[in-house]
Nanobody, 127 residues
Framework: QVQLVESGGGSVQTGDSLRLSCAASGYMYAYYFMGWFRQAPGKEREALAVIDSDGDTTYADSVKDRFSISLDNDKYIMYLEMTNLTPEDTAKYYC??????????????????????WGQGTQVTVS
């Protein structure tokens, strides 16, 4: 059973950068994909970015110029580097995984239903 734990959230100012981490523990398969979501109060959970075990990535149009997803395959840690943050980025950020999976994420941003493991989330507040 895979467990995911996010970290790195906090309160920042407009224009700041922040890096979120998602550490996976338990049994990890060789092929999988992992993604980042966020949910603001009163809004639906929004898919931001996805990366698969081959390193392919896809981003939501709303963040592709400011956010960067990466994966340390050796340590099973996924990152989300966020730059030029604005108050509109204020939300709880979640990581998720689909494992095992050999699906490529090229040109595909999976929705919440495509994932079978979720972290508890980390709050990001931009003022």
């Amino acid at each position: 059973q895979v467990q995911l734990v996010e970290s790195g959230g906090g309160s920042v100012q407009t224009g700041d950068s922040l890096r979120l981490s998602c550490a996976a523990s338990g049994y990890m398969y060789a092929y999988y994909f992992m993604g980042w979501f966020r949910q603001a109060p009163g809004k639906e959970r929004e898919a931001l970015a996805v990366i698969d075990s081959d390193g392919d990535t896809t981003y939501a149009d709303s963040v592709k110029d400011r956010f960067s997803i990466s994966l340390d395959n050796d340590k099973y840690i996924m990152y989300l580097e966020m730059t030029n943050l604005t108050p509109e980025d204020t939300a709880k950020y979640y990581c998720a995984a689909n494992a095992p999976s050999t699906r490529s994420v090229v040109n595909w941003l999976p929705g919440p239903d495509e994932y079978n493991v979720w972290g508890q989330g980390t709050q990001v507040t931009v003022s």
